[in-house]
Structure formats: structure tokens, C-alpha cells
């Protein structure tokens, strides 16, 4: 049975967040590990974000700090800020159509993030294909 992007972008969003709760508790752990266990089929599209997210988070956060209006990525939720470095990634480094991307940001914001989260990350996505 396929995956719908959708449904990768909510593995992605997982993984990342465990990805930071390790970091931040000093716990060993390796990302191949945390994304097999979260999704149970070989997929490029996961991989390529996760291991792009980690490795340009600090140019992230400077994006996303960029256009945060009085506030910084740090201030966010965990899952909040996750689905915005994730999208900003997506945005500067894919193909995937910038709409697309916000769409699915919002979403998962939605589910996951409250109303305020939800706004300041569709402001910060906004800002970033209008520049």
C-alpha cells in the first residue's frame, strides 16, 4: 500500500521530533534507526528532509528567525518549530510546488500545534516565497 506524502510529512515530522527529545536528553541514537522505526518502507523523499533538516538547522532557524515578527523558533512548541524547519527545508531544497508545501504545514499545524503556532507558521512560509 502506498504512502501518501501527506502521510510522509507526518513520519517526518515524528522523526524529527524524536530526533530533537534525543538531542536535548544526551541519549545516543542513530537518525537510520528513529526513521526505520517510524516508517517500515525504504523511502528517499523521508530521508532526504530528515537528514536535510538536520543538517541545515541552524541556517533554518536563521530563516525562520528572520521572519518570525518578534520571536524566535526556540519560543515555539517542539512540534511547532519542527514542522517549520521542515517546511522551510522543503521550500529552499525540493522541488515539491511552494503551495503545496504550505498547505501541508497548515495541516499538520492544525493536528498538532495551536491556533497561534498554526499563524505564525503560515506567516514565516508566506514571507519566505513572497521575498
Not at 36 to 49: A, G, L, M, P, Y
Not at 70 to 97: H, K, Q
Amino acid at each position: 500500500m502506498a504512502i501518501s506524502r501527506s502521510e510522509l510529512r507526518e513520519k517526518i515530522m515524528t522523526i524529527l521530533y524524536q530526533n530533537e527529545m534525543y538531542k536535548r536528553s544526551n541519549y545516543e541514537y542513530d537518525i537510520e534507526t528513529v526513521i526505520k522505526e517510524n516508517i517500515s518502507i525504504d523511502n528517499d523523499f523521508v530521508k532526504t528532509i530528515v537528514n536535510g533538516v538536520i543538517e541545515k538547522r541552524e541556517e533554518l532557524d536563521t530563516i525562520a528567525n528572520k521572519y518570525l515578527s518578534d520571536w524566535t523558533i526556540d519560543r515555539l512548541d517542539n512540534l511547532g518549530a519542527t514542522i517549520l524547519r521542515m517546511s522551510i527545508y522543503e521550500i529552499m531544497y525540493t522541488d515539491t510546488p511552494k503551495i503545496v508545501v504550505i498547505n501541508e504545514a497548515i495541516e499538520l499545524a492544525k493536528k498538532y500545534s495551536d491556533e497561534n503556532v498554526k499563524k505564525m507558521i503560515n506567516a514565516v512560509l508566506d514571507k519566505i516565497i513572497n521575498e
